[in-house]
């Protein structure tokens, strides 16, 4: 405001600028509401209150009332308000069903998850727990399973009473009932009514079986559902209060909530079933000695020898997961970081080295999940071997004992062999290997549960006056612990094949034990600090010396060893690499503070925004990528300013936040926002640019982690110390003899550009004057659309034939698949052979038709033992044992080798599409959503279809040979088939549909919780400092409620169609029943116990059958997803383009020339670059210049060809590089970037990955870039680790390290990206002539921000909107006034001396 009150020319212009802001104000307002209603969502949620007694399940009771009607206003009914009737047939979901069959179905027309379900509720339940656990046996004897299992004990011990209860009732149907119709077939004398009252039990006890199992189910489904929402919630809830992840990785904690939270769910789901495993043998067991002789236990005891090997298979199986699961983290880590670098990835081309480094990985992983399938599929398929083969041996040691046999006896013993026991064998086994590997997911999380918080005690001045103090600190930073250590070292040293030298495998494993006793590392020692209100506090000092941690340690987020840390005020932190999210600008900007117009346009003007926001194709609306993809780097900076300066805190912590914007950028922000908007605030102000510490009203200077001096800046120049040493170099170095000649030839031009300004304070001032490089306004264009990222296709209907085909093809084709197929045949055609010989056996007695006359009565001697053919039988009776094990070893063999053989060319394939896409694919899609596809996708892929494959196929067969021998024994049998087959088709149709449909919502809603974990993990920091750990929780808890809700819906969708067909088998089992009774004279006994075995056996394996082909089908989502991404994604390249050659040894002279070259970022996008022509001649020096979204980012694109050319063309050497290979150009090419960018391994792997150069070369290249000192004081030195990202180096050591990397590599054509940015002037000062000594001989293009780096090139290119507006020497141009260079150096100018 002016004097008066009205606005100066300056605020006009960006009042101006951003009047579309108005625009928007309705929208605003229902942002403002959309995030006052996630604020206070908590309100609504149901609150845990412990010790309430039996009153806490008074809700849970509701359900047990049998009719409840639909509550007033409830659009779409939940399992809340449903009665018990409407629970246990899962009628409460049925119209949600024939709707989504009929018109299909939105997430948004799912029912709301219980309050009883949501994460706040239950993590509530499971910290206190956790609490108490951890206080009772204290970090070392705490166990997160043990807390589990008081979580839901309650609920498991209810489960298990109903589903004894069907257990019961399945004993009953074939041990009882069963066996007294078959006795009433033998008999001659008895009447219908008896007949139908057995068969109306056996109907009666089977529907009672059918609905008691699935209410079981839906029970166990939601206990489920809320532990893994409890562990979920807390794990999220104990990182985002962490500083640093220890010796986690992000794709770790990826893992976590993925994989080990599905395994959770299975868990809770699968493991309490294992009762039914103790309790059916002992039933089987009784039912023997009470229907055979004691010889029959033989077979029992086969059976119970079983259960031993089947755990010790599932305890294996799960030793091999637990073993796959840490390859599988390190996979998934790797393709995290290889998505997070992917641009600098293809500018070095890279991408083989990378890719063989995954492959790698892949195959160790492989090799364990071999051996795991193996297992699991020989479990499986022995699985419903063992029930047939312990009722042969049953019986063949009762008629060796010298008994008879008859239909009564035999197959009411088969069917609770074959239908109970084998179920429960299933059960069992995968329960059990269930729990083993979810003990395995608890210690992960537990081990981050147990991670120190990062919080400390951070207390109130004792001086009012005082806004920050800091007592005789010492700091220390745990980021990596030397477990971390020395996994990165190991694995680094496995991909370069490295530990061939015995002596070099010595000396990593000292270093090793070194490292181990080292897992704090002092970063700041004896730090006394203050800060007082109101002042701005500036700090510097070299490269590493701690500026940024002693933010960290103000901030309250370093280990604090000694000394105190005071602080009274809030906090606003910005940090020397912006963190953005993948929001809106403005969303960014709030970071879900309410909107306040008038504060709103001060921080959007104040940061330099205005004409930014202006030139956005969707203003402030505009969808900002992950990590800020479409914003350049200065844009970043300032959007986090824009948000620290809008939050209205008392203290804020600015680490460099100059070093990515220009001198005349950097002044409006210094003397605006910081000098302005926070006057009156407390500002500690991290800067390397001297010109602004003399503002300042004290400054700390740091080396190697203390503060060596400390005062105003004229008390620190007359002490004539450190300080006065770094000032005085940096001016005299501005002062050359070149800038002095230049001053004297065009002095006089200059100050007449000077005097051409119409104000110097506008100017200076002007929004919207950056000239940032990377991917500035042109990324916004890209798309022409606010909308960045392209929504995921999600597919609709019936899984398509191609998906399948794609999945057989990579299984090996159709003749392998052939001899799958026919392998599963043969081995369940052998058990049904056994059962059907067995019956003949039975029908043909003892081969005679003998009479016997007792008590003047006629009986007849049909005792098998005295059959002519009694060897016969036997012997075709006894060898279907060993068929039958020899055909489940071999299926189990040849599908592992198909699934196995198809996952792994899949996700191979996967791969290399995906690391070949061009840019513009990374940029529009989030890194989350690839991560699903190599993370739970790849799971489910490798580790479940697999399982259902198996027992899909199995199942099929069974059923198949079931009705084949029910409809040869009763040919009536068809007619009522062939209605129910309608019904089942129906009923499974409309499941099926449903099904697909909910699978796909679940997976569309879990990837975006995975982007936002891995969001947060990198943003802590900023998260902590502005204190929004409770907003970014409460989003958290309502992205995962969704997910959870599509989950349920998806189990109680299983449940649906399972009780439904349970109840047509019943009606099957009740049909079967009903024909026998009216046969009885005609029906052999022997084959109408066969009959009713194989009825009572459709029971237990249609619905399952038909629920594992929609899981089946629901699984193959996955695959779908992959061969979506195989279709679609397009190489980059210009594919039709024919591969030239190169001449041997180019470039020679690396000369560069741009022949009317247009561009854009895709078809329909606008042009970027519009007929750009210029020359570049060998080992000239260039630097290029202009305005924001000018397009000097794109010239990079385009020498890179990380996009196509629409016209024109670019020669290097005169060879045109579209006609060459990608990789040969790339590799000749070297780019260091504004952001440095560098990966998990060591110094040495991130200097010289494949191992080209010798130590002495790399260390010529670290002392070059004034780092060799550095790196000889960590230990280590060049194996020394490089964190996730680099995070244990500053930034500046970053850039410096990636300096290094192009010194190596030696590449005629360099392109800088204001490189030293983040570096102090003393040792800019160093690299530069460095870079002008040992580059001497190369073609550079040096993108600059900062005007003063390009006077002494040769010569200058000054862009705007995508073409050249000039190209000459800087002398040249600084003569003409009116050149824009000239105007541009002015304003520089006129900065410097304000």
Not at 324 to 329: A, L, Q
Not at 959 to 977: D, H, K, S, Y
Request: proline content about 3%; overall charge neutral; glycine content about 6%.
């Amino acid at each position: 405001m002016g004097p008066n009150g009205n606005r100066t020319g300056e605020e006009t212009e960006g009042q101006d600028a951003i009047e579309h802001l108005q625009d928007h104000e309705s929208k605003n307002t229902e942002i403002v509401e959309k995030n006052l209603n996630l604020q206070s969502i908590d309100q609504h949620l149901f609150k845990h209150v412990s010790g309430r007694g039996l009153v806490r399940y008074k809700n849970a009771a509701k359900n047990l009332i049998p009719i409840r009607r639909k509550k007033k206003g409830e659009k779409v009914r939940s399992i809340d308000s449903a009665g018990l009737f409407s629970i246990i047939s899962y009628s409460w979901v049925s119209k949600l069903m024939y709707k989504a069959y009929s018109k299909g179905i939105s997430i948004n027309e799912l029912p709301d998850v219980s309050p009883y379900d949501t994460c706040t509720h239950n993590t509530e339940r499971l910290e206190l727990l956790w609490n108490q656990e951890l206080t009772k046996m204290g970090p070392e004897k705490v166990s997160l399973g043990r807390v589990a299992w008081r979580f839901c004990r309650t609920r498991i011990l209810f489960f298990s009473i109903v589903y004894t209860g069907s257990l019961i009732c399945g004993f009953a149907t074939s041990t009882l009932f069963m066996r007294k119709l078959i006795e009433y077939v033998q008999s001659e004398r008895r009447s219908y009514t008896e007949g139908l009252k057995w068969a109306f039990l056996l109907t009666a006890t089977e529907f009672s079986r059918a609905l008691l199992l699935h209410w079981a189910w839906g029970l166990s489904y939601r206990t489920a559902l809320r532990l893994r929402s409890a562990c979920c919630a807390l794990l999220f809830k104990k990182i985002i209060r962490l500083n640093y992840l220890g010796d986690k990785s992000i794709g770790q904690v990826i893992n976590m909530f993925s994989n080990d939270s599905q395994r959770i769910y299975d868990a809770i789901v699968f493991g309490p079933m294992i009762i039914a495993g103790p309790i059916t043998t002992v039933w089987g067991v009784c039912y023997i000695l009470w229907v055979f002789s004691p010889m029959a236990l033989l077979g029992m005891i086969t059976f119970l020898l079983f259960y031993p090997v089947q755990y010790a298979i599932s305890y294996y199986t799960g030793y091999l997961r637990s073993k796959s699961v840490n390859i599988s983290d390190f996979r998934v880590r790797l393709t995290n970081e290889i998505l997070e670098c992917i641009k600098l990835i293809k500018m070095y081309a890279w991408e083989k080295r990378f890719s063989q480094d995954l492959l790698d990985v892949r195959k160790k992983e492989q090799t364990l999940l071999l051996k795991t399938a193996c297992l699991q599929c020989l479990s499986i398929c022995t699985v419903p071997t063992i029930p047939v083969i312990s009722a042969i041996i049953s019986f063949l040691a009762h008629i060796a004992a010298g008994n008879n046999i008859t239909a009564a006896q035999v197959f009411p013993y088969i069917t609770l062999l074959d239908s109970r026991l084998r179920s429960s064998l299933t059960t069992f086994e995968y329960g059990v290997e269930c729990v083993i590997t979810t003990g395995i997911s608890f210690n992960r999380i537990k081990s981050v549960l147990l991670l120190e918080d990062g919080s400390i005690l951070i207390s109130k001045p004792i001086l009012k006056s005082q806004a920050v103090a800091i007592n005789h600190g010492t700091f220390a930073c745990n980021a990596f612990d030397a477990e971390r250590e020395r996994r990165s070292h190991v694995a680094e040293k496995e991909r370069q094949n490295d530990l061939k030298d015995s002596r070099d495998k010595n000396e990593n494993e000292k270093l090793s034990t070194l490292l181990h006793d080292a897992r704090y590392i002092d970063v700041l020692s004896d730090i006394t600090f203050e800060a007082t209100k109101g002042k701005l506090i500036g700090i510097c000092g070299h490269v590493g010396s701690g500026k940024s941690s002693l933010l960290l340690a103000a901030l309250g987020q370093l280990r604090i060893v000694e000394g105190q840390v005071m602080r009274d005020g809030s906090c606003a932190y910005v940090s020397q690499q912006a963190w953005i999210i993948n929001a809106t600008l403005q969303e960014n900007i709030l970071f879900g503070a309410q909107f306040d117009h008038s504060r709103y346009f001060k921080a959007i003007y104040a940061s330099n925004l205005s004409q930014d926001i202006a030139e956005m194709p969707g203003g402030d609306q505009t969808e900002i990528g992950e990590k800020g993809v479409n914003l350049s780097g200065g844009q970043k900076q300032r959007v986090a300013l824009a948000r620290a300066l809008y939050a209205d805190r008392d203290i804020y912590f600015l680490d460099d936040p100059l070093s990515a914007v220009d001198t005349r950028v950097g002044a409006h922000i210094f003397y605006k926002l910081i000098r302005g908007a926070l006057k009156g605030k407390t500002v500690l102000f991290v800067t390397h640019q001297v010109q602004y510490l003399n503002h300042c009203d004290d400054i700390y200077m740091m080396h190697d982690g203390r503060i060596i001096e400390h005062g105003t800046h004229d008390e620190l120049m007359k002490l004539g110390n450190e300080y006065a040493l770094m000032v005085t170099a940096i001016s005299a170095n501005d002062e050359t003899d070149f800038a002095m000649s230049m001053d004297e030839k065009i002095g006089s031009n200059l100050q007449s550009v000077d005097n051409s300004l119409p104000d110097k304070e506008n100017e200076v001032s002007s929004p919207g004057t950056d000239t940032n490089t990377d991917t500035a306004t042109e990324n916004d264009e890209i798309l022409g659309t606010p909308v960045l990222t392209i929504a995921e296709d999600l597919q609709k209907g019936t899984i398509k034939v191609d998906t399948y085909h794609s999945y057989i093809m990579a299984a090996g084709g159709y003749f392998f698949s052939c001899i799958v197929i026919l392998a599963f045949a043969i081995s369940v055609g052998s058990s049904a052979f056994s059962s059907w010989w067995l019956a003949l056996w039975i029908k043909a007695g003892n081969g005679l038709n003998t009479t016997a006359m007792h008590h003047n009565a006629t009986t007849e001697l049909n005792n098998i033992n005295d059959n002519p053919d009694f060897w016969y039988y036997q012997a075709v009776y006894s060898s279907t044992i060993g068929l039958m094990l020899f055909t489940s070893l071999l299926r189990s063999l040849v599908l592992t080798r198909a699934t196995l053989k198809a996952s792994t060319k899949l996700h191979n394939d996967l791969f290399q599409k995906i690391i070949q896409c061009p840019m513009r694919f990374f940029d529009t899609t989030p890194t989350g959503r690839i991560q699903h596809l190599f993370s739970r996708d790849m799971d489910e892929v490798d580790n479940r279809l697999p399982i259902s494959l198996t027992s899909l196929m199995q199942n099929l067969f069974v059923i198949f040979f079931a009705i084949l021998v029910i409809c040869l024994v009763l040919p009536w049998f068809i007619l009522p088939v062939c209605i129910l087959a309608i019904v089942y088709y129906f009923v499974s149709k409309v499941f099926r549909v449903a099904a697909r449909d909910l699978k796909r919502m679940e997976n569309k809603s879990r990837a975006p919780i995975i982007s936002y974990v891995t969001a947060t993990v990198q943003g802590l920091s900023t998260i902590h400092a502005f204190e929004k750990e409770t907003e970014f929780l409460t989003k958290f808890n309502c992205m995962f409620d969704e997910n959870s809700q599509c989950m349920f819906m998806c189990s109680i969708a299983m449940r649906w169609l399972a009780v439904r067909v349970d109840c047509l088998s019943a009606t099957v089992i009740a049909i079967t029943a009903f024909l026998v009774i009216a046969l009885q004279g005609e029906l052999p006994p022997a084959l109408a116990g066969l009959a009713l075995s194989y009825a009572a056996h459709i029971s237990g394996v249609f619905q399952y059958t038909i629920r594992l082909a929609s899981e089946t089908e629901v699984k193959f989502i996955s695959v779908e997803r992959i061969n979506h991404y195989l279709r679609t994604l397009v190489g980059e390249g210009n594919i039709s383009q024919r591969i030239l050659q190169p001449p041997s040894g180019w470039p020679v002279a690396a000369s560069i020339k741009f022949q009317n070259v247009s561009m854009a970022y895709g078809e329909e996008a606008p042009v970027i670059l519009k007929n750009v022509s210029f020359n570049v001649d060998a080992g000239e020096k260039i630097g290029i210049v202009g305005r924001t979204g000018s397009g000097k980012s794109s010239l990079t694109a385009a020498l890179f060809r990380l996009v196509e050319l629409t016209e024109g063309k670019i020669e290097i050497d005169n060879v045109d590089i579209s006609e060459i290979n990608l990789g040969q150009l790339r590799t000749k090419l070297s780019i260091i970037p504004q952001d440095p960018i560098l990966f998990n391994g060591s110094i040495r792997s991130n200097l010289d990955p494949f191992k080209r150069y010798t130590d002495s070369e790399i260390w010529r290249a670290l002392e070059k870039t004034k780092l060799k000192n550095r790196v000889q004081s960590i230990n280590g030195h060049l194996d020394a680790s490089v964190g996730y990202g680099g995070d244990n180096l500053s930034v500046g050591e970053r850039q410096l390290l990636c300096l290094s990397r192009a010194l190596l590599r030696e590449s005629k054509i360099l392109v800088m990206d204001e490189a030293t940015a983040a570096v102090d002037p003393e040792t800019e000062i160093a690299v530069q002539t460095t870079i002008q000594q040992e580059f001497s001989f190369c073609t550079i293009l040096i993108i600059a921000h900062r005007l003063q780096t390009v006077l002494f090139l040769d010569r200058v290119l000054v862009m705007n909107s995508g073409k050249i507006l000039e190209f000459d020497k800087p002398y040249n141009l600084l003569k003409d006034p009116n050149s824009e260079f000239s105007k541009m150096i002015a304003g520089a100018n006129t900065v410097e001396n304000k």
